[in-house]
Protein backbone atom coordinates (compact mmCIF):
# COMPACT_ATOMS: atom_id res chain seq x y z
CA UNK A 1 0.00 0.00 0.00
CA UNK A 2 2.66 2.25 1.03
CA UNK A 3 4.19 1.39 -2.40
CA UNK A 4 1.54 2.13 -4.39
CA UNK A 5 1.17 5.90 -3.19
CA UNK A 6 5.13 6.03 -3.80
CA UNK A 7 4.83 4.89 -7.22
CA UNK A 8 2.35 7.26 -8.02
CA UNK A 9 4.74 9.79 -6.51
CA UNK A 10 7.38 8.30 -9.14
CA UNK A 11 5.44 8.11 -11.77
CA UNK A 12 4.03 12.14 -11.31
CA UNK A 13 7.20 13.50 -9.60
CA UNK A 14 6.96 16.94 -8.22
CA UNK A 15 9.48 19.39 -10.60
CA UNK A 16 12.58 20.10 -9.04
CA UNK A 17 12.64 16.56 -7.29
CA UNK A 18 14.96 14.13 -8.11
CA UNK A 19 13.50 11.61 -10.48
CA UNK A 20 13.24 8.20 -9.00
CA UNK A 21 12.36 5.84 -12.41
CA UNK A 22 14.63 5.68 -14.86
CA UNK A 23 15.27 3.47 -18.39
CA UNK A 24 18.16 1.34 -18.30
CA UNK A 25 19.62 0.36 -21.63
CA UNK A 26 20.86 -3.53 -22.61
CA UNK A 27 22.96 -3.87 -25.80
CA UNK A 28 21.66 -6.84 -28.39
CA UNK A 29 24.36 -8.10 -30.01
CA UNK A 30 24.88 -9.99 -33.84
CA UNK A 31 26.23 -13.01 -32.66
CA UNK A 32 28.48 -13.56 -36.14
CA UNK A 33 30.03 -9.92 -36.30
CA UNK A 34 29.85 -9.08 -32.14
CA UNK A 35 28.64 -5.50 -33.35
CA UNK A 36 26.04 -4.17 -31.12
CA UNK A 37 22.47 -3.53 -33.35
CA UNK A 38 20.11 -2.44 -30.52
CA UNK A 39 19.60 -2.06 -26.81
CA UNK A 40 16.39 -3.26 -24.40
CA UNK A 41 15.07 -0.67 -22.40
CA UNK A 42 14.42 -1.57 -18.42
CA UNK A 43 12.94 0.38 -16.30
CA UNK A 44 14.65 0.92 -12.74
CA UNK A 45 13.11 2.73 -9.85
CA UNK A 46 15.27 4.06 -7.05
CA UNK A 47 13.50 4.31 -4.29
CA UNK A 48 14.11 7.33 -1.56
CA UNK A 49 14.19 5.30 1.08
CA UNK A 50 13.60 1.30 0.26
CA UNK A 51 16.73 1.96 -2.54
CA UNK A 52 16.17 -0.09 -5.98
CA UNK A 53 12.99 -1.88 -6.41
CA UNK A 54 12.67 -4.63 -9.35
CA UNK A 55 10.72 -4.19 -12.02
CA UNK A 56 9.43 -7.61 -11.15
CA UNK A 57 7.93 -6.46 -8.08
CA UNK A 58 6.37 -3.11 -9.26
CA UNK A 59 5.44 -4.13 -12.70
CA UNK A 60 2.75 -6.30 -11.48
CA UNK A 61 1.92 -3.74 -8.70
CA UNK A 62 1.12 -1.24 -12.01
CA UNK A 63 -1.05 -3.62 -13.46
CA UNK A 64 -3.18 -4.56 -10.45
CA UNK A 65 -3.83 -1.09 -9.63
CA UNK A 66 -4.74 0.14 -13.50
CA UNK A 67 -0.68 2.01 -12.80
CA UNK A 68 0.49 0.58 -16.13
CA UNK A 69 -0.47 2.16 -18.31
CA UNK A 70 1.11 5.12 -17.14
CA UNK A 71 4.43 2.99 -16.54
CA UNK A 72 3.89 2.24 -19.60
CA UNK A 73 3.53 6.14 -20.94
CA UNK A 74 6.82 6.63 -19.36
CA UNK A 75 9.12 4.05 -21.03
CA UNK A 76 7.45 5.00 -24.26
CA UNK A 77 8.16 8.85 -23.83
CA UNK A 78 11.74 8.22 -22.25
CA UNK A 79 12.60 5.92 -24.92
CA UNK A 80 11.50 8.05 -27.69
CA UNK A 81 12.94 11.03 -26.41
CA UNK A 82 16.43 9.07 -25.98
CA UNK A 83 16.20 7.72 -29.61
CA UNK A 84 15.86 11.69 -30.47
CA UNK A 85 18.88 12.56 -28.88
CA UNK A 86 20.73 9.68 -30.17
CA UNK A 87 19.99 10.46 -33.57
CA UNK A 88 21.00 14.15 -32.91
CA UNK A 89 24.40 12.98 -32.32
CA UNK A 90 24.20 11.12 -35.07
CA UNK A 91 23.20 7.15 -33.68
CA UNK A 92 20.38 5.74 -35.27
CA UNK A 93 19.92 2.68 -33.44
CA UNK A 94 17.01 0.47 -32.38
CA UNK A 95 15.48 0.76 -28.69
CA UNK A 96 13.21 -2.40 -27.37
CA UNK A 97 10.59 -1.57 -24.92
CA UNK A 98 9.00 -4.04 -22.46
CA UNK A 99 5.03 -3.56 -22.99
CA UNK A 100 2.62 -5.06 -20.34
CA UNK A 101 -0.16 -7.67 -21.29
CA UNK A 102 -2.72 -4.32 -20.20
CA UNK A 103 -0.99 -2.52 -22.81
CA UNK A 104 -1.79 -4.16 -25.80
CA UNK A 105 -5.76 -5.07 -25.38
CA UNK A 106 -6.43 -1.85 -26.83
CA UNK A 107 -5.03 0.78 -29.60
CA UNK A 108 -4.39 3.27 -27.13
CA UNK A 109 -0.80 2.14 -26.79
CA UNK A 110 -0.18 2.43 -30.44
CA UNK A 111 -2.06 6.10 -30.43
CA UNK A 112 0.61 7.47 -27.78
CA UNK A 113 3.54 5.86 -29.94
CA UNK A 114 2.33 7.15 -33.33
CA UNK A 115 1.71 10.72 -31.45
CA UNK A 116 5.80 10.02 -29.82
CA UNK A 117 7.26 9.09 -32.77
CA UNK A 118 5.92 12.54 -34.63
CA UNK A 119 6.56 14.38 -31.50
CA UNK A 120 10.41 13.88 -31.55
CA UNK A 121 10.64 12.92 -35.15
CA UNK A 122 11.65 9.24 -34.52
CA UNK A 123 11.34 6.60 -37.35
CA UNK A 124 9.08 3.99 -36.17
CA UNK A 125 11.93 1.44 -37.71
CA UNK A 126 13.84 2.25 -34.54
CA UNK A 127 11.36 1.22 -31.79
CA UNK A 128 10.38 -2.39 -31.56
CA UNK A 129 7.99 -3.51 -28.51
CA UNK A 130 8.57 -6.70 -26.46
CA UNK A 131 5.18 -8.74 -25.37
CA UNK A 132 5.54 -11.84 -23.70
CA UNK A 133 4.85 -15.12 -24.86
CA UNK A 134 1.71 -15.30 -22.54
CA UNK A 135 0.60 -11.83 -23.19
CA UNK A 136 0.68 -12.59 -26.68
CA UNK A 137 -1.43 -15.64 -26.70
CA UNK A 138 -3.58 -15.03 -23.47
CA UNK A 139 -6.10 -12.62 -25.64
CA UNK A 140 -5.52 -12.98 -29.32
CA UNK A 141 -8.50 -11.63 -31.20
CA UNK A 142 -7.62 -8.41 -28.96
CA UNK A 143 -4.21 -8.36 -28.88
CA UNK A 144 -3.69 -9.42 -32.70
CA UNK A 145 -5.29 -6.35 -34.52
CA UNK A 146 -2.77 -3.99 -31.79
CA UNK A 147 0.01 -6.14 -33.66
CA UNK A 148 -1.17 -5.48 -36.86
CA UNK A 149 -1.79 -1.40 -36.53
CA UNK A 150 1.90 -1.47 -34.96
CA UNK A 151 3.46 -3.33 -37.97
CA UNK A 152 1.47 -0.76 -40.22
CA UNK A 153 3.42 1.99 -38.26
CA UNK A 154 6.31 -0.10 -38.90
CA UNK A 155 6.94 -0.57 -35.46
CA UNK A 156 8.62 -4.13 -34.95
CA UNK A 157 7.43 -6.67 -32.39
CA UNK A 158 9.28 -9.03 -30.23
CA UNK A 159 7.94 -12.30 -28.35
CA UNK A 160 9.86 -12.34 -25.33
CA UNK A 161 10.05 -14.84 -22.85
CA UNK A 162 9.24 -17.29 -25.96
CA UNK A 163 9.08 -21.29 -24.57
CA UNK A 164 7.92 -21.32 -21.39
CA UNK A 165 4.00 -20.01 -22.36
CA UNK A 166 2.74 -22.83 -24.25
CA UNK A 167 1.83 -21.52 -27.80
CA UNK A 168 1.42 -23.73 -30.12
CA UNK A 169 2.76 -23.68 -33.96
CA UNK A 170 -0.15 -22.77 -35.53
CA UNK A 171 -0.47 -19.84 -33.48
CA UNK A 172 2.72 -18.62 -33.66
CA UNK A 173 2.42 -18.66 -37.21
CA UNK A 174 0.05 -16.38 -37.36
CA UNK A 175 0.91 -13.87 -34.91
CA UNK A 176 2.48 -10.94 -36.46
CA UNK A 177 5.89 -10.26 -34.84
CA UNK A 178 9.10 -10.24 -36.28
CA UNK A 179 11.23 -11.31 -33.61
CA UNK A 180 11.33 -14.69 -31.20
CA UNK A 181 13.44 -13.90 -27.72
CA UNK A 182 14.14 -17.46 -26.48
CA UNK A 183 13.50 -17.09 -22.73
CA UNK A 184 16.89 -17.15 -20.57
CA UNK A 185 16.15 -20.82 -18.99
CA UNK A 186 16.83 -22.61 -22.48
CA UNK A 187 19.85 -20.67 -22.93
CA UNK A 188 21.17 -21.52 -19.38
CA UNK A 189 20.40 -24.90 -20.33
CA UNK A 190 23.02 -24.34 -22.77
CA UNK A 191 26.19 -24.34 -20.41
CA UNK A 192 29.17 -26.52 -19.97
CA UNK A 193 28.05 -29.45 -18.12
CA UNK A 194 24.35 -28.31 -18.61
CA UNK A 195 21.06 -30.13 -19.27
CA UNK A 196 20.79 -33.24 -21.80
CA UNK A 197 19.12 -32.05 -24.88
CA UNK A 198 19.40 -28.52 -24.38
CA UNK A 199 20.74 -27.88 -28.03
CA UNK A 200 18.02 -29.70 -29.45
CA UNK A 201 15.40 -28.03 -27.71
CA UNK A 202 16.90 -24.35 -28.93
CA UNK A 203 17.61 -25.82 -32.70
CA UNK A 204 13.98 -26.42 -33.05
CA UNK A 205 13.21 -23.11 -31.92
CA UNK A 206 15.53 -21.50 -34.33
CA UNK A 207 14.62 -23.55 -37.36
CA UNK A 208 10.95 -22.44 -36.31
CA UNK A 209 11.31 -19.11 -35.71
CA UNK A 210 13.36 -18.79 -39.19
CA UNK A 211 10.80 -21.03 -40.89
CA UNK A 212 8.50 -18.29 -40.14
CA UNK A 213 10.72 -15.26 -41.12
CA UNK A 214 11.07 -14.12 -37.35
CA UNK A 215 14.61 -12.71 -36.12
CA UNK A 216 15.60 -15.26 -33.03
CA UNK A 217 17.43 -13.29 -30.46
CA UNK A 218 18.85 -15.15 -27.22
CA UNK A 219 18.58 -14.23 -23.69
CA UNK A 220 20.22 -14.62 -20.49
CA UNK A 221 24.05 -14.76 -22.30
CA UNK A 222 26.22 -15.12 -19.68
CA UNK A 223 29.84 -16.42 -20.77
CA UNK A 224 31.60 -17.15 -24.22
CA UNK A 225 30.37 -21.16 -24.14
CA UNK A 226 27.43 -20.58 -24.51
CA UNK A 227 27.66 -17.17 -27.20
CA UNK A 228 29.42 -20.16 -29.37
CA UNK A 229 26.94 -22.59 -29.15
CA UNK A 230 24.21 -19.93 -29.81
CA UNK A 231 26.56 -18.45 -32.97
CA UNK A 232 26.50 -22.73 -34.19
CA UNK A 233 23.07 -22.86 -33.97
CA UNK A 234 21.95 -19.88 -36.13
CA UNK A 235 20.76 -17.54 -33.41
CA UNK A 236 20.98 -13.84 -34.59
CA UNK A 237 21.67 -11.61 -31.57
CA UNK A 238 22.19 -12.12 -28.39
CA UNK A 239 21.72 -10.12 -25.14
CA UNK A 240 23.18 -10.71 -21.16
CA UNK A 241 25.84 -9.95 -18.72
CA UNK A 242 28.72 -11.42 -21.21
CA UNK A 243 28.02 -8.49 -22.97
CA UNK A 244 26.59 -6.27 -20.60
CA UNK A 245 23.98 -5.61 -18.11
CA UNK A 246 21.95 -2.47 -18.63
CA UNK A 247 22.98 1.04 -17.92
CA UNK A 248 22.23 4.30 -17.54
CA UNK A 249 21.90 6.07 -21.81
CA UNK A 250 25.08 8.43 -20.83
CA UNK A 251 27.17 5.15 -20.29
CA UNK A 252 26.11 3.23 -23.41
CA UNK A 253 28.96 4.64 -25.60
CA UNK A 254 31.47 2.66 -23.47
CA UNK A 255 29.49 -0.04 -23.64
CA UNK A 256 29.60 0.45 -27.68
CA UNK A 257 32.51 1.08 -28.23
CA UNK A 258 33.41 -2.21 -26.19
CA UNK A 259 31.29 -4.81 -27.85
CA UNK A 260 32.51 -3.36 -30.95
O1 LIG B 1 15.90 -5.85 -15.89
P1 LIG B 1 15.16 -6.73 -15.03
O2 LIG B 1 15.60 -7.79 -14.23
O3 LIG B 1 15.06 -5.86 -13.87
O4 LIG B 1 13.64 -6.89 -15.57
C1 LIG B 1 12.75 -7.76 -14.97
C2 LIG B 1 11.46 -7.86 -15.74
O5 LIG B 1 10.77 -6.61 -15.74
C3 LIG B 1 11.62 -8.27 -17.19
O6 LIG B 1 10.74 -9.32 -17.43
C4 LIG B 1 11.23 -7.08 -17.97
O7 LIG B 1 10.54 -7.44 -19.14
C5 LIG B 1 10.30 -6.31 -17.03
N1 LIG B 1 10.43 -4.89 -17.30
C6 LIG B 1 11.53 -4.12 -17.23
N2 LIG B 1 11.28 -2.86 -17.61
C7 LIG B 1 9.97 -2.83 -17.96
C8 LIG B 1 9.10 -1.80 -18.46
O8 LIG B 1 9.48 -0.67 -18.73
N3 LIG B 1 7.79 -2.16 -18.67
C9 LIG B 1 7.33 -3.41 -18.43
N4 LIG B 1 6.03 -3.67 -18.68
N5 LIG B 1 8.12 -4.39 -17.98
C10 LIG B 1 9.42 -4.11 -17.76
O1 LIG C 1 12.03 -10.68 -19.28
P1 LIG C 1 12.92 -9.70 -19.93
O2 LIG C 1 13.69 -10.35 -20.99
O3 LIG C 1 12.28 -8.48 -20.46
O4 LIG C 1 13.94 -9.22 -18.85
C1 LIG C 1 15.28 -9.20 -18.97
C2 LIG C 1 15.76 -9.50 -17.57
O5 LIG C 1 16.89 -10.33 -17.59
C3 LIG C 1 16.13 -8.28 -16.82
O6 LIG C 1 15.78 -8.52 -15.52
C4 LIG C 1 17.64 -8.25 -16.95
O7 LIG C 1 18.25 -7.49 -15.94
C5 LIG C 1 17.95 -9.72 -16.85
N1 LIG C 1 19.18 -10.13 -17.48
C6 LIG C 1 19.81 -9.53 -18.51
N2 LIG C 1 20.91 -10.22 -18.87
C7 LIG C 1 20.98 -11.29 -18.05
C8 LIG C 1 21.90 -12.37 -17.95
O8 LIG C 1 22.87 -12.53 -18.69
N3 LIG C 1 21.66 -13.28 -16.96
C9 LIG C 1 20.58 -13.18 -16.13
N4 LIG C 1 20.43 -14.11 -15.20
N5 LIG C 1 19.69 -12.17 -16.21
C10 LIG C 1 19.89 -11.23 -17.17
MN1 LIG D 1 12.13 -8.13 -22.50
NA1 LIG E 1 12.62 -12.05 -21.50
Given amino acids: LVL ?3 LHRALAPEPGSTPELEMHYQPKVALASGRTVGFEALMRWRHPTRGMIAPTIFVPLAEQSGLIHDVTRFALT ?13 HDIPVAVNLSAHDVTTSQVVD ?3 QLLTDHAVPASLLEVEITETALVADRSRVVPVLERLGEL ?3 VAIDDFGIGNTSISQLRDLPVDELKIDRLFVSDLREGGRDGA ?35 GVDHAQGFLY ?7 QVPEVRASAG
Fill in 4 to 6: LGD
Fill in 78 to 90: ECVTQLARWRREG
Fill in 112 to 114: LIE
Fill in 154 to 156: GVR
Fill in 199 to 233: EVVVQAMVDLAHSFGLRVVAEGVEDEYIARMLRGL
Fill in 244 to 250: SAAVPAD
